[in-house]
């Protein structure tokens, strides 16, 4: 079964800092692009950044470029989401995602549950 | 970045009645290839998103055929043609035609 896994959430100072991660099974996950993509409570989607598959290519949303680091484990399946100098408006829950079957095809067919990142003194 | 305006807000349907999404961009997502990088997500409540359409009109594997796309250029139209309890969700377009990818604000379907 093709899944994605998210974990490493949690509550934090502002200025502070957290990784995240995606555990990946189920396909070969050294072969496709991943993204993050969060939503604050209450509201819709917001792409973050994404990572080409060697993880030689990387781009941010200018909300987070300076700030979030991705980068990918192609042995160990993981994709991760370093995030520093954390503000209360990047509280939300962060989705990994990627397209597998309609790869190519411009949108993501696989989505985790999400985690949730939670910024405030 | 491409903006992308989805109408209505909310819209509340009683069962078996259709519904109609409109997501309008601030440019053409048309690619250069040749092909439009606009899909419909579904989230239900408390649940990820999941990929109805792409393409356009392209029905993702395992989506029913209520639900249908259509447009071109900068206004796309979703419709499920007989809305179902488990259709009740917020609906999002979505573009990657152009770097950054972008969502439209979502449409909440409602049962009236």
């Known amino acids: 079964e093709v899944q994605l896994v998210e974990s490493g959430g949690g509550l934090v100072h502002p200025g502070g800092s957290l990784r995240i991660s995606c555990a990946a099974s189920?396909?070969?996950?050294?072969?496709?692009?991943m993204h993050w993509v969060r939503q604050a409570p209450g509201k819709g989607l917001v792409w973050v950044s994404r990572?080409?598959?060697?993880?030689?290519?990387?781009?941010?949303a200018d909300s987070v470029k300076g700030r979030f680091s991705i980068s990918r484990d192609n042995a160990r399946n993981t994709l991760y989401l370093q995030m520093n100098s954390l503000r209360a408006e990047d509280t939300a829950v962060y989705y990994c995602?990627?397209?597998?079957?309609?790869f190519g095809s411009g949108s993501m067919d696989v989505w985790g549950q999400g985690t949730t990142v939670s910024v405030s003194s | 970045d491409i903006v992308m305006t989805q109408t209505p807000l909310s819209s509340p349907v009683t069962l078996g009645q259709p519904a109609s999404i409109s997501c309008r961009s601030s440019?053409?997502?048309?690619?250069?290839?040749?092909?439009?990088?606009l899909s419909w997500l579904q989230q239900r409540p408390g649940q990820p998103p999941r990929l109805l359409i792409y393409?356009?009109?392209n029905r993702f594997s395992g989506v029913p055929d209520r639900f249908s796309g259509s447009g071109a250029g900068t206004d796309f139209t979703l419709k499920i043609s007989r809305v179902e309890a488990e259709d009740v969700g917020v609906y999002y377009c979505?573009?990657?035609?152009?770097?950054?990818?972008?969502f439209g604000g979502g449409t909440k379907v409602e049962i009236k």
């Open positions: 995602a990627t397209a597998i079957s309609i």
């Open positions: 189920g396909f070969s996950f050294r072969n496709y692009r």
């Open positions: 990572i080409n598959r060697d993880g030689s290519t990387t781009d941010y």
């Open positions: 440019q053409s997502l048309e690619h250069s290839d040749g092909n439009t990088y």
């Open positions: 393409k356009i009109s």
């Open positions: 979505m573009q990657d035609t152009q770097f950054p990818l972008t």
